[in-house]
């Protein structure tokens, strides 16, 4: 199971293992999620849990997916310095409709808080907004 985040090292063009998130019994993933790093700081947004079954289909290499709850509302923090996972605040979990939602939040990390932005001109769907130079993108 993929339940890890690996770190990229230009220098030596390889990747290693960094830490396994937490929470995830056996043969859970989240799918469909976020990941922001900020300095040394990961965070890990929303997503959804899924369990794997393998090998219980027609041959020893099938795998059926099955969603185990709606959105998650969880933000994880990962500090790459020490080693540790803590949970943050949680910002709104809302979907407009099957074709996704027009709600924007902002989160800030020294405050722990969310804050609610205008509503997007556009319905989204699985999008992410990065902040570069003042703005969000």
Excluded at 66 to 75: D, E, I, K, P, T
Aim: charged share 20%; net charge negative.
């Amino acid at each position: 199971m993929s339940n890890w985040i690996s770190c990229y090292h230009p220098s030596t063009n390889s990747w290693h293992r960094l830490t396994t998130i937490p929470g995830l019994l056996e043969n859970q993933v989240i799918k469909s999620f976020a990941m922001v790093s900020l300095g040394e700081t990961i965070y890990v947004i929303g997503g959804r849990h899924y369990y794997k079954a393998f090998g219980d289909g027609p041959d020893d290499n099938y795998v059926q997916e099955m969603r185990l709850g709606g959105v998650r509302s969880s933000v994880l923090k990962y500090d790459t310095r020490v080693d540790t996972w803590s949970t943050c605040a949680r910002g709104q979990t809302t979907l407009d409709s099957a074709e996704g939602t027009s709600f924007a939040e902002i989160y800030d990390p020294v405050k722990d808080e969310w804050e609610s932005l205008p509503n997007m001109s556009t319905l989204r769907y699985k999008s992410v907004a990065v902040a570069w130079q003042g703005n969000v993108d």
